[in-house]
């Protein structure tokens, strides 16, 4: 059972009563700032500053939050989505999925949700910031040795996508998760908290050698779900409404395509790696060289790719891909399974 009062939404249920989000009275900032819960009582006072991402896409302000149940005074980020139809269920999706992530010890790797309401007619939520992360291509950028064939680049992306792949692997066996917006931009890296991330999950751990801290954002186009039709899902009118969820391999997949295409990555892997990647994504040479020599934006063709109606790619479904890593790169990632007795 869950409680989203704990957000300032009015409902409480199972995965299986995820409908009824849609429907359900969330909290109000009033005019004086005033954060107040479906009954008029005061949750929080939220302040709206800095204005940070202003586009077709959504909002993102900067804002503080003074809790009032326990004076805690926090910065945090206010998200407005442009699917307004959907903007509590990203919000429901990011919460759910930050709670099982933490279930597990790996709250680092998603921000909470602290509120959702609505503030001037539209449907906002307030989330932490994560700070010193920039987003995964920005990141790569940074390193020593990119752009020069040296097997360290492939090391270190290996690390932060095992740690993307370990995410999807428990969101997806605990809630149906799949992110289905998957691409570097959504993507943060903090790499000053750099460390080995280890995961226990069922009767298995998973242990990444110390990378860079990654964690998943944006859950606009995002849904959980038993596996026939999605229980709850956000994302507008580009995804089809009664899509599979989750989708085997499919999060991966985007990802994979997304950095494989890009020039930087091709010139900054060595061939190992990049082999190791051709191979995941089941590329023959032939529909490699077409993918290279295509003029087509990559986000149309993989987005084209993944909402397919008969897509699939058990290579690519996180745990089958994790042991794929194993296999390949032993130094990076191991996998141990524990017997019951
Ligand atoms: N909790 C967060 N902390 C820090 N930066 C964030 C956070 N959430 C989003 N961002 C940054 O804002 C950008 C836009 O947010 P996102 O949720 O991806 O919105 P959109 O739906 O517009 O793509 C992200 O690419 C990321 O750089
Ligand atoms: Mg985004």
Redesign the pocket.
């Known amino acids: 059972m869950y409680d989203a009062n704990e957000i300032g939404l009015d409902w409480r249920g199972t995965l299986d009563m995820m409908s009824g989000v849609r429907n359900s009275k969330c909290s109000i900032v009033k005019p004086n700032n005033h954060l107040e819960d479906y009954t008029g009582r005061l949750r929080a006072i939220l302040k709206m500053e800095e204005t940070i ?1 202003d ?1 077709t ?2 909002k ?1 302000i900067w804002a503080k939050r003074l809790s009032y149940t326990d004076s805690n005074y926090r910065d945090c ?1 206010v ?1 407005k ?1 442009t699917s307004q139809a959907h903007a509590k269920q990203e919000a429901v999706i990011q919460w759910l999925c930050y709670k099982t992530l933490s279930s597990l010890g790996w709250s680092q790797h998603c ?1 909470p949700i602290y509120d959702l309401f609505t503030y001037n007619n539209s449907i906002w939520f307030s ?4 700070y010193k ?1 920039p ?1 995964l291509d920005v990141y790569l950028k940074t390193l020593n040795t990119w752009r020069i064939k040296h097997p360290s680049n492939g090391k270190t992306l290996l690390g932060i996508l095992c740690q993307v792949a370990s995410s999807c692997l428990a969101l997806q066996n605990i809630i149906g998760f799949n992110h289905r917006d998957l691409k570097p ?2 993507i ?1 890296i903090k790499s000053e908290d750099t460390k080995s991330h280890v995961l226990s999950i069922d009767n298995t751990t998973i242990t990444i050698q110390p990378s860079p801290t990654t964690v998943l ?2 859950f ?1 186009f995002s849904c959980l779900g038993p596996g026939r039709l999605p229980w709850i899902q956000a994302g507008d009118d580009v995804l089809p409404p009664f899509d599979a969820c989750p989708r085997v391999g499919r999060d991966l997949f985007m990802l994979l395509t997304f950095l494989l295409w890009r020039k930087d990555i091709q010139e900054s892997l060595t061939e190992e790696y990049i082999e190791f990647f051709k191979s995941s994504l089941r590329l023959t040479t032939e529909r490699w060289s077409q993918i290279q020599g295509t003029r087509l934006n990559p986000k149309d063709w993989i987005y084209t790719m993944v909402t397919d109606y008969g897509f699939q790619c058990p290579a690519l479904d996180p745990m089958t891909w994790l042991e794929s890593c194993v296999a390949t790169f032993p130094d990076v990632v191991s996998i141990r399974t524990h017997s019951d007795s």
């Open positions: 991402v586009s896409m959504g993102l980020l998200k989505s921000p989330m932490a910031p994560i992360a987003v931009d959504n943060l954002v944006d606009g």
